[in-house]
């Protein structure tokens, strides 16, 4: 299936600490990685590599680490032909990660902030997926465009337009902002992630699907909402039963857990079993 993804693309600046540091605070046992990240491509990479035709539509900077992205996405498989150059820096996450796997994480937008969203094209029938890392003009112009399934992952949490709310067919978040969202608890299609728990499906308000949780250990939980949202969107977008989607969207987020990077190593979606 075809399936083009709207969002964010960052260098992420990973330090992985025994305890992430109190307010005010300074810890000394840092390690400090480098990586490709942002929602955008992370849910770009995790869609290729589960077996997706993906075309990433986003931006980077005019810079090396702009070079350095758009390789990263091409290895993983990702058509770039869509990703903008621009003057401003390519945009950088600053992630701190504690022994547990919980994150905290500053994004600095850079070229995320200067998408151009006149220049986004999206053919009929295309499926899209698209994050909020990236401005409303661009998320709009996307959703106007799209005659295929339309789904936003609602995050980072911010007021969503009219216009939006209107489009879109399925939207995924987690918990926290599942409660920051009333706007969308009667929303057509709703998924909602409860971490170790699992995840949830709504319809209209009304519970359609549940799948359990995997217990796994966490090394990473940067990347796994995003691998998530890949999968469910590509089962929903393929036929696949809401139950067999969810389910599966789930084990890939396990996957993405235990693994160390924000864009991790994943198999075709039909090894992951339901």
């Known amino acids: 299936m075809k399936l083009a993804v709207i969002g964010a693309i960052n260098v992420d600046l ?21 990586e490709a990240g942002g929602k955008g491509a992370n849910q770009a ?12 539509l986003g931006a980077v900077g005019d810079d090396p680490d702009g070079q350095e992205m758009r390789s990263e996405l091409k290895r993983a498989g990702v058509d ?37 969203a006149g220049e986004l094209r999206v053919p009929p029938g295309e499926s899209v997926l698209a994050q909020l890392e990236v401005s409303d003009d661009v998320v709009v112009a996307a ?30 978040v987690n918990e926290t902002e599942f409660a920051q969202l009333p706007e969308l608890h009667d ?45 469910l969107v590509i089962g929903i977008a393929r036929g696949d039963s809401y ?5 599966r969207a789930c084990a890939v987020g396990a996957a993405a857990v235990a693994d160390d990077r924000s864009q991790p190593e994943l198999q075709a979606l039909d090894s992951y079993a339901v």
């Open 143 to 172: 959703a106007m465009q799209a005659t295929g399934l339309f789904a936003l992952n609602a995050s980072p949490v911010r007021a969503i337009p009219p216009i939006i709310l209107r489009r879109t067919d399925l939207f995924i």
């Open 14 to 34: 990973t330090a992985r600490v025994g305890r992430a540091p109190e307010r005010g605070e300074t810890v000394g046992d840092g390690r400090l990685t480098r």
């Open 243 to 247: 139950s067999s989607a969810l389910q």
């Open 187 to 231: 929303a057509p299609l709703l998924a909602v992630t409860l971490g170790a728990e699992g995840a949830v499906l709504f319809e209209h308000g009304t519970e359609i699907a549940r799948a359990a949780g995997h217990a796994v250990e966490v090394r990473n939980s940067v990347g796994a909402g995003d691998a998530f949202a890949a999968a």
């Open 80 to 116: 770039i032909t869509s990703v903008q150059s621009v003057t401003a820096a390519t945009g950088t996450a600053l992630i701190v990660v504690d022994a547990k796997g919980e994150n905290s994480i500053v994004v600095c937008p850079g070229a995320n902030a200067s998408i151009d």
């Open 45 to 56: 990479v995790a869609a290729a590599r589960l077996g997706a035709s993906v075309r990433l």
